[in-house]
């Protein structure tokens, strides 16, 4: 072919070759899929709030009467009863601190009413903050009264089996749980604890004990009952 002859036909034929191009197969040309598709991203569910503790502290007490510092006041099955506080007494165990716990403690061990009966009492409160007890000993919230009656001359009232007695027991096993009313029964905190820690009121129903051998020792007093005890500063 002659330099003229190729000089002319050059446009025709790059003309020709694009048409070749564009006029391919257009499935040689497509993305072959790399695999099945996969699943679709699941969102993260949102963190659930964190149960609150129970307050320790009650924004105020019952409307009961409070003895003066070092005793205490008992009101059960239509009878009143007012002593001495044994020591300890209070707010011992604090989180502020640095216990794992808040606990209030008062008890009277051992006076004598006007018609023989020996009588004594013990009253807690404990918010624990440690969850590795939670359900295992004593849950998160305790509040507990008990109450134990010798009718008898003799004896002793170390050993509760031995006496005729009442308590109420309420727990929540852990933050934000349902209250289980374990023995009697109350609204909790049914133990109320002043700022100050020296002062509580308990309100609630004692229930009487069927172990043991209540009959022999006296008669357990049980129902709606208040308490109040002021722990001496010293």
């Known amino acids: 072919m002659s330099p003229e002859i ?22 040689g040309d497509a993305l072959e899929p790399t695999g099945e598709p996969g699943p679709a991203a699941t969102p993260e569910p949102a963190n659930e709030a964190e149960p609150i503790p129970s307050a320790f502290l009650a924004e105020g007490l019952h409307d009961i009467v409070v003895p003066p510092p070092g005793q205490f006041r008992l009101e059960v099955a239509g009878e009143v009863f007012e002593g001495r506080l044994d020591e300890p ?19 009277s061990w051992q006076w004598t009413t006007d018609d023989g ?28 009264v008990t109450l134990r009656i010798r009718a008898d001359e003799g004896g002793s009232l170390q050993q509760i089996e031995e006496t005729a007695w009442s ?4 727990l929540r096993p852990a933050a934000g749980d349902e209250v289980s009313h374990r023995m009697g029964g109350g609204e909790m905190p049914a133990i109320r604890v002043a700022e100050d820690g020296l002062r509580a009121t308990a309100a609630g129903e004692l229930q009487a004990s069927d172990w043991g051998e209540p009959d022999a020792y006296g008669d357990p007093l049980t129902g709606d009952f208040s308490l109040a005890v002021h722990c001496s500063a010293g």
């Open 89 to 107: 007494c209070g707010w011992g165990m604090r989180q502020s601190e640095g216990a794992n716990q808040d606990r209030f403690t008062a008890s």
């Open 117 to 144: 009966r020996r009588m004594t009492f013990d009253l807690g409160r404990l918010v624990m903050y440690d969850e590795f007890f939670w359900n295992r000993s004593h849950g998160h919230e305790v509040d507990q």
């Open 167 to 170: 308590r109420m027991h309420l």
């Open 6 to 27: 190729f000089r002319r036909s050059a446009p025709l034929l790059v003309l020709c070759i694009l048409l070749l191009v564009a006029c391919g197969d257009p499935a």
